[in-house]
């Protein structure tokens, strides 16, 4: 603890943003950097509490607190603020492989958990994060590392997104050969196309794809398992199978009106525009386009906050988001005290884009949509709408009741589905004869990762469901591990 009265001499400085105005003109990274004696300071904060509960990630009432791959966040809060940023590097890269994209893309409950928050503003332990590992970048200290021996084992990961790039790093370092199957044609999972690129550019994601190239990992793309490339030939061929596929099945809203066109998942949005996005710059319009449209999206999540920015940049002539719940209040509620995730009213980077240009909050409370109309057409052009009250039964069971006289009509020539995934897309699962649990994931026990199949192990959202890039990250790390005690009947892997 480098300076003992850090977190009462400084005040939390999170990274800047740039104008919400400006920034809708281009697909740039919407924040800017802190300057390295910002940072200094920043780093200055951490109280190197007694018992630090930011980098010990738990579930608490069903939220994660604390970070899930148990980074040493005390230690290299310190180390920038003694300037020892390259032994800050190491430090970070010990517990986890991508603190890019952590860095870029966490919702951070290291900072909900961070013990300075109990009162104060938290340590901006993200903004640091990932200074540390550009910096590491900048510096050339990142460099392709080899493992000293290699094995003959022969490993299958199957899915490219964080839990599937972390597994693969892992199992390398280890020194078995790593083929990484991805079905689309680029790597990086919902890292590349679930998360648009003014939050992580793909630059971003190709950069430490092709370290991981360098240190041996085989990348097989455009390939989907058990359809290009069959289920037997990947059992036969490797010694290992880890499956990292994620949750890809979108929970859909089964109301009148649904088929209309002009409703779509908005994932299905995220990743047209993406592609279209690096492909061609969207000038091959192969994209669902919002311009001019009045855009509603459904949901309140991140996934509905990368939509309304997306559709920002499009220049849509209007913008609406629908969260069922009511709106939060700007501290803890009474039952919801620290260290669990703070659930209070937060702007994202995309509510505060649509407000600058649109002049207002783009989201409205307590709604549930009722039904869609279409035209003449059959295209979508009204959401139809009531108020509802959220309450909680004794079993834990959300009642909502709806309120009589709030029905409203919305103007919606595009309509974006933003409420989440219901698990892994059981074909896949069926074809490879993967034993699943009652909410459709892949059964295996955290920690052990194994399934009912020899030799095939699961992580990340296709065994947890839908979760966070840490907690994928997290998986990935300990099943590359269990997967190489497997192998080898003992293993070194953290």
């Known amino acids: 603890m480098g300076k003992p009265t850090g977190f009462m001499d400084y005040e939390r400085q999170p990274r800047p943003e740039r104008d919400p105005v400006t920034r809708t003109d281009d697909w740039d990274v919407y924040t800017l950097p802190l300057d390295e004696n910002e940072l200094k300071q920043q780093g200055a904060r951490c109280m190197d509490c007694g018992i630090p509960t930011c980098h010990t990630g738990t579930i608490i009432k069903g939220m994660t607190s604390g970070c899930p791959v148990y980074h040493l966040i005390p230690e290299w809060n310190d180390l920038v603020f003694q300037g020892q940023w390259e032994e800050a590097l190491k430090r970070e890269h010990k517990m986890n492989n991508f603190p890019e994209f952590t860095g870029l893309a966490c919702p951070a409950p290291c900072e909900g958990a961070c013990v300075l928050g109990i009162n104060e503003p938290p340590v901006a332990i993200r903004s640091i ?36 790039l972390a597994c693969a790093a892992q199992l390398n370092k280890a020194g078995h050969h790593v083929t990484v199957f991805e079905r689309h044609d680029r ?7 679930g998360i648009p690129e003014m939050k992580l550019p793909y630059a971003t994601v190709e950069r430490r794809v092709n370290l991981l190239k360098a240190e041996g990992i085989t990348f097989i793309t455009s390939t989907e398992v058990g359809k290009d490339y069959p289920i037997s030939k990947l059992q036969s061929q490797f010694d290992a199978v880890v499956l990292c596929g994620g949750a890809t099945k979108h929970r859909d809203l089964n109301v009148e009106g649904r088929e209309l066109k002009g409703v779509h998942y908005a994932m299905d949005f995220l990743h047209a525009n993406t592609k279209s996005l690096l492909d061609s710059n969207l000038e091959n319009g192969n994209y669902i386009s919002a311009t001019d449209k009045d855009v509603v999206v459904i949901g309140g999540g991140d996934t509905g906050v990368d939509c309304l920015a997306t559709s920002v940049r499009h220049k849509c002539k209007s913008l609406t988001q629908f969260d069922i719940y009511g709106k939060k209040d700007d501290l803890r509620a009474d039952d919801n005290p620290w260290p669990q995730w703070p659930v209070i009213h937060r702007v994202e980077y995309g509510q505060k884009e649509a407000a600058a240009v649109f002049g207002k909050d783009p989201r409205a409370y307590a709604v549930m949509t009722k039904k869609f109309v279409g035209d003449e057409n059959g295209h979508v052009k009204e959401v139809h709408t009531i108020n509802v009250e959220t ?23 595009l309509v974006l589905l933003a409420i989440g995934f219901s698990g892994p897309e059981q074909s896949f699962l069926q074809k490879i004869n993967v034993e699943t649990d009652e909410r459709s994931n892949v059964k295996a026990e955290y920690g052990k990762y194994k399934t009912n199949i020899e030799g095939v192990f699961a992580a990340g959202d296709m065994r947890r469901g839908q979760s966070l890039i840490v907690w994928a990250i997290n998986e990935g790390r300990e099943a590359a591990r269990e997967c190489d005690r497997y192998l080898m009947g003992e293993t070194n892997l953290p």
């Open 187 to 193: 790597a990086g999972g919902l890292l590349t196309y």
């Open 391 to 413: 309450t909680t039964d004794e079993n834990g069971h959300r009642i909502r009741k709806e309120i009589q006289g709030t029905k409203k009509i919305w103007p919606a020539q």
């Open 129 to 164: 994060e990932l200074e540390i590992i550009r910096k590491g970048f900048k510096e050339g200290w990142v460099k392709p590392e080899l493992p000293e021996i290699r094995t003959d084992k022969k490993v299958a990961v199957v899915g490219s997104g964080p839990a599937g």
